[in-house]
């Protein structure tokens, strides 16, 4: 009988064994395809589990056939699977809507997600990467709503200007940037890769807490931090080859030779005749441009425990661009250093600092003589050198003429009517303008926590830095004879800046039945200082690189030295209230004080104050809505904001006061002297300024509503987020002329309004297909700009116009959107003699100023982006393009103050009157040359409506298990093409750079930038 008892407890156990398998699989990431570390994977109601390896694979023994696996990660959905038999068993894991992105970057403190009640739009750091640029402002274009990136210049190491939601001011309309809570000029520092998070508060409820400062918007910027465990080593490399994007397409030799004998007849004959410059044909963009280079290294260092983390790398640039001889190249040495330690459960120290140096060179560009207007404007008839001296030449030489001579000792080519001012890369080796730059960006804090939920934060942001500029530049470049090879423009200037901002505040929360409550109180101050000195002279011993310095100015030279301080202080108070309930209802309220010291504003009105009020509905967790909510619908909340921010970007330098210069003031001549003789002694002078004081002078004010609304639906892997705002921005700094009775000619004041308002629509889809995930996201922002008041003397305030012309193009009006372009109305071409005929909209006999009419703006009716991404076993593909649709520029490289004998474009080649009853859209050849009306109507602008795929990526990771062997963690490749597709009907180079430089009223007029670059990168990130 006990043997019998023993054989059937055999048999059972062998029966359960049977009923029990062995299961493995593989966890993968449903946001990239890429395997999972870490997943917890257990046999539910039971104590047995494992975690994945390094490439996401689990194997758990003697799993009942009837089980079920929970799937867990920290982010992630947690996921219940029956096992039903299977041995093998695959799992996506897709990102947690409730925990991802859930900590979003506020002014002074963080805040959940779900708990957000104003209009603030992320970028992370993934976005950043393996990208050409060299600045983090660019990799805003096209991924945010309501964000606009204005490139002035393609120029190694220039940063593009941001604009969030419109313009706001006649004149900056700059964001505010923070960096790691640190007030910066601009973010051109940074390097992308050290960036983990970019924060954009557009509305003014968020913004408000940096009051006087924030009325343009705020760019809150993150640097990384270490995470906890090993310590990890990664490398990137990247190599970019860049090229001319697009040629302008001009005249060539026998065009032009033709276009001038019909413009100016025997006059051009008889100069062609005598130099004798047949045969040339000069394509002067193909002489000028070549393939630009980048280099661009990273090496990072990061790790850390419970106690703290750290973070560190070190990146080295070199830019170097389209442009021939080496005079346009940006190189830049970047490390950043973060780190934050528990020196005690109650404190917590950390910083963050950034430090470069960098060195670049580059080239005139929005100038009557600029070296980017000179390669379009250059005759195709000059040679780029004389292989033999012609007879005119040798003429001028033996008369006293000094031209330029390259290095191997040929003359440079000379326009017959210019001079060397007329040959680019004549102009490109003698002219140098380099800048050096130093400067360490940082905040060190310290936060402690003396009771539980609050905690108090004090910290020192600093600013150190120096730029150094050499500025070389011959006079007779300028000089059609250059007869004089002495006279030149030589400038060495030094800037030493000195910032820092102290700043204490605390953050106290607390959980009740009425519900949680936030509350934020602090101060701020802060102090700039720079200190400047320079020289200039207008003769040194030699032409050499090696003497362009004012040590080798010679005697007798016409010598000068400037120098000066800029100082100003701020301080300021400011506090916010929060308040949740249920995880239905938000509600925020901010406060900020600000105080500027008399740098900026008369001490009696230096106080301004911004308040701002937010709520948000999460109507989607309402029990109402319990049988709505599902996989079709899964997350809807409305949110409302109300608020007040101020601009102070626009004053500054004593602009209410009337401050006093040195020099005798000659109101004959209305000029100043430096010094004036009495009693056969020199004495130094002074004399009241041209402003007339006024101290109730203030900063700008922008009042601001905003309506979002954000929703999310099945499952979470399509979302939406939909803005509407109205922005009036109030105190436009006006410098407007003065009664003749005070004396005086100018005086600053506030006397303008402008509007700006829209609606901003952000989309999102994700999935995944098996073992392929993809992506697609795309954005769209309309843009409604005017000027709602302008109390000035005139109807309308002047702006910028052609480069070399007395008269404005862009105006600053009421009922027009911001320095809207106002010029003439050409109708047609009189078919019998080629002259334009302009619209009489006066209706009084002749074509005069008051028959000018709006042309358009600059600023976009709507801009949009849109990104693709698609992964696929280790492969991955990313496409992101940008556009803008509705805004004009002008054509402004030409005008008849000095474009006699210059190159044309196609368009008015082409199309120009040539005989009697012929059809043409352009005058004659004589009207273009000599009409200056012409240049200042709508046959120069253009719709300048623009869409460009941005960058197609695509990369290769390799797989793990073939790294673990030689210890490294992951390697990836990738190839990219940046910048490759351009449509636009737009005949310049690119309607995104128009080389305006700081010029605000010149965002409309393509004066010659440097262009935009297309690219090809190669590229290697490893990590161990």
């Known amino acids: 009988m006990k043997s019998f008892f023993i054989l059937l407890l055999v048999l059972l156990n062998s029966t359960a064994q049977a009923q029990n398998l062995n299961v493995s699989g593989t966890v993968k990431s449903a946001t990239d395809n890429v395997p999972m570390i870490g997943v917890t994977v257990m046999i539910t109601g039971s104590s047995t589990g494992t975690v994945t390896d390094l490439d996401g694979n689990y194997a758990l023994r003697n799993v009942p056939a009837g089980a079920t696996l929970q799937f867990s990660y920290v982010g992630y959905v947690s996921q219940k699977i029956s096992v039903n038999g299977q041995v093998h068993i695959n799992v996506t894991m897709h990102e947690d809507s409730k925990t991802i992105d859930e900590i979003v970057v506020i002014g002074y403190g963080v805040q959940k997600k779900s708990d957000v009640t104003g209009a603030i739009s992320s970028v992370k750091s993934d976005d950043l990467l393996n990208s050409p640029i060299s600045d983090a402002a660019s990799a805003l274009q096209g991924r945010v709503s309501g964000v606009q990136v204005v490139n002035n210049s393609g ?180 490390a950043q250093i973060n780190a934050s330690y528990k020196l005690r459960p109650w404190l917590e120290v950390g910083t963050s600092n950034t430090l470069t140096h960098s060195k670049s060179s580059t080239l005139s560009e929005d100038s009557r003589y600029g070296l980017m207007r000179g390669i379009v404007l250059a005759d195709p008839l000059t040679p780029v050198y004389y292989n033999t001296l012609p007879s005119y030449m040798e003429n001028n030489i033996a008369n006293g003429m000094h031209p330029i001579q390259a290095a191997d000792g040929r003359y440079y080519g000379y326009s017959w009517q210019l001079g060397g001012a007329s040959n680019p890369l004549a102009m490109v080796e003698n002219q140098t303008l380099a800048y050096k730059r130093a400067f360490v960006n940082g905040m060190t804090y310290a936060n402690i926590t003396p009771i539980k939920n609050l905690v108090f934060t004090t910290r020192l942001g600093y600013t150190m830095g120096s730029l150094n500029e050499n500025d070389f530049h011959p006079i007779y470049l300028d000089a059609y004879d250059s007869s004089a090879d002495t006279d030149l423009r030589l400038v060495n200037g030094t800037y030493q800046t000195v910032y820092y901002q102290w700043e204490n505040f605390a953050n106290y929360s607390l959980k009740t039945k009425a519900g949680d409550f936030s509350i934020m109180a602090g101060m701020s101050y802060s102090d700039y200082e720079q200190n400047n000195s320079g020289g200039l002279t207008n003769a040194v011993s030699s032409n050499a690189n090696n003497f362009y310095y004012l040590d080798y100015s010679t005697n007798g030279a016409d010598d000068y030295v400037t120098g000066g301080k800029t100082k100003r202080r701020q301080i300021a108070y400011y506090g916010r209230f929060g308040w949740s309930f249920l995880n239905r209802y938000n509600a925020q309220f901010n406060f900020r004080a600000d105080s500027y010291d008399s740098a900026y504003l008369d001490l009696n009105h230096n106080w301004g104050y911004f308040p ?56 004959s001549s209305n000029t100043a002297n430096t010094a004036y003789w009495l009693d056969n002694k020199l004495y130094q002078g002074t004399y009241p300024s041209n402003s007339l004081a006024n101290p109730k002078l203030r900063w700008e004010r922008s009042k601001q509503i905003d309506f979002g609304l954000d929703l999310r639906f099945f499952n979470d892997r399509l979302s939406t987020t939909i803005d509407y705002y109205h922005k009036l921005t109030d105190g436009l700094l006006i410098q407007s002329v003065s009664p003749l009775s005070t004396g005086t000619k100018t005086v600053y004041q506030n006397l303008g309004k402008v509007i700006n308002s829209g609606v901003e629509i952000e989309l999102e889809w994700r999935d995944n297909i098996g073992d392929f995930s993809y992506g697609i996201k795309g954005n769209i922002a309309t843009v409604n700009n005017k000027v709602e008041e302008y109390r000035g003397k005139d109807t309308r305030l002047g702006g910028s116009g052609l480069l ?65 991404t698609a ?24 005008s008849t103050s000095d474009q006699v004998w210059n190159n044309r474009p196609q368009f008015l080649y082409e199309g120009r009157w040539t005989s009697a009853g012929s059809a043409a859209t352009m005058p004659s050849a004589q009207y273009q040359i000599y009409d200056p009306r012409f240049y200042n109507s709508n046959a120069f602008v253009f719709d300048a409506s623009f869409f460009k795929i941005k960058q197609i990526q695509f990369g290769y990771t390799l797989p793990k298990n073939l790294l673990q062997k030689i210890g490294i963690e992951t390697v990836r490749t990738f190839v990219s093409l940046d910048n490759f597709f351009t449509f636009t009907d737009y005949p310049g180079s690119d309607p995104e750079v128009n080389g305006s430089g700081s010029a605000y009223s010149a965002l409309a007029i393509d004066y010659g930038g440097y262009p935009m670059s297309k690219s090809v990168s190669f590229g290697v990130n490893v990590s161990f």
């Open 612 to 667: 701002s009020v937010s709520i948000g509905w999460t109507f989607s967790n309402e029990p109402f809505m319990k049988n709505l909510v599902g996989k079709a619908f899964t997350y809807g909340k409305f949110r409302g904001s109300y608020g007040v921010n101020g601009s102070i970007s626009n004053l500054g330098g004593y602009m209410y006061a009337a401050t006093l210069q040195t020099g005798q003031y000659d109101i």
């Open 155 to 334: 120029a190694p190491g220039t940063a593009p200007t941001i604009r969030v939601r419109g313009y706001s001011s006649n004149g900056s309309s700059n964001p505010l940037y923070i960096v790691d809570g640190l007030k910066v000029s601009d973010i051109s520092y940074l390097d992308p890769s050290s960036i983990k998070s970019m924060e954009i508060l557009k509305d003014a409820a968020s913004a408000a807490i940096y009051g006087a400062e924030a009325g343009n918007g705020v760019i809150l910027i993150t640097t990384k931090n270490g995470d906890k465990g090993k310590t990890k080593i990664s490398f990137d490399a990247q190599w970019t080859f860049s090229s001319l994007s697009k040629k302008i397409d001009l005249m060539n030799a026998e065009q032009f030779k033709k276009f001038y004998s019909e413009g100016a007849g025997e006059t051009f004959t008889q100069l062609y005749n005598t130099y004798n410059i047949e045969g040339t044909d000069t394509d002067w963009q193909d002489e000028m441009y070549e393939t630009g280079k980048i280099q661009k290294y990273n090496l990072g260092l990061q790790g850390g425990n419970d106690q703290g983390t750290f973070f560190m790398t070190i990146g080295y640039m070199n830019n170097d661009g389209m442009i021939k001889m080496d005079k346009d190249y940006y190189q830049r040495v970047t």
């Open 871 to 894: 992964a696929y076993k280790g492969f991955d593909l990313s496409i992101y393009g940008t556009g803008a649709s509705g805004n004009k520029l002008v054509y402004g490289m030409m």
């Open 804 to 868: 070399a012309a007395s008269s404005q193009l862009t105006y600053f009006e009421e009922g027009y959107p911001l320095w809207y372009i106002r010029g003439y109305q050409l109708d047609g071409i009189d078919p019998q003699t080629g002259a334009p005929i302009y619209h009489d909209f006066d209706g009084v006999d002749g074509i005069s100023e008051a028959d000018r009419t709006d042309l358009g703006s600059a600023i976009p009716d709507f801009t949009y982006g849109i990104t693709l």
